[in-house]
């Protein structure tokens, strides 16, 4: 058995100088910012999942652009910790966000892009940081 790494893939979603990130409601990183993403659906291409995860967990349609980059990080699931592969876009609104759908944000808000807090995710940091580079 191989232990591969499992797809995941989530959106920078731009206004100017700030970023769309949620509060996770629950563990791993509950109470800390997270870039809207999550884990890809089988056969799912990232940049599908990508904007799929940004509508579910903000209720924003968005327009995907370039990708930023791909990014390992471990994820604490379930009791056990797995190897991810990150795929992240950078993305703008396409119109007024609906109601969430979504139980994992507590909260949505709009960070600074060149001043982040700290995200739930170690990979994160370096996601906004390249982000911000390629704007």
């Given amino acids: 058995m191989y232990d591969n790494a499992r797809p995941c893939a989530g959106a920078v979603v731009v206004d100017g100088d700030r970023f769309l990130a949620i509060r996770r409601r629950r563990d791993p990183g509950a109470g800390l910012w ?4 999550g884990f890809c659906d089988e056969r799912e ?3 599908d999942a990508a904007a799929r995860e940004v509508l579910e967990e903000t209720g924003l349609p968005v327009r995907l652009g370039r990708l930023i980059g791909l990014y390992i990080d471990d994820y604490e699931f379930y009791g056990d910790t797995i190897v991810t592969l990150n795929a992240y876009y950078l993305a703008t609104p396409t119109g007024p ?6 139980d994992e944000a507590a909260e949505i808000g709009w960070l600074p892009l060149r ?3 700290t995200l ?3 990979h994160e940091d370096r996601v906004v940081r390249d982000a911000a580079a390629l704007l």
């Fill in 34 to 37: 997270d870039i809207p993403g």
């Fill in 45 to 47: 291409h990232p940049a």
């Fill in 97 to 102: 966000a609906e109601p969430a759908t979504d």
């Fill in 115 to 117: 001043e982040p807090p």
């Fill in 120 to 122: 739930a995710f170690p």
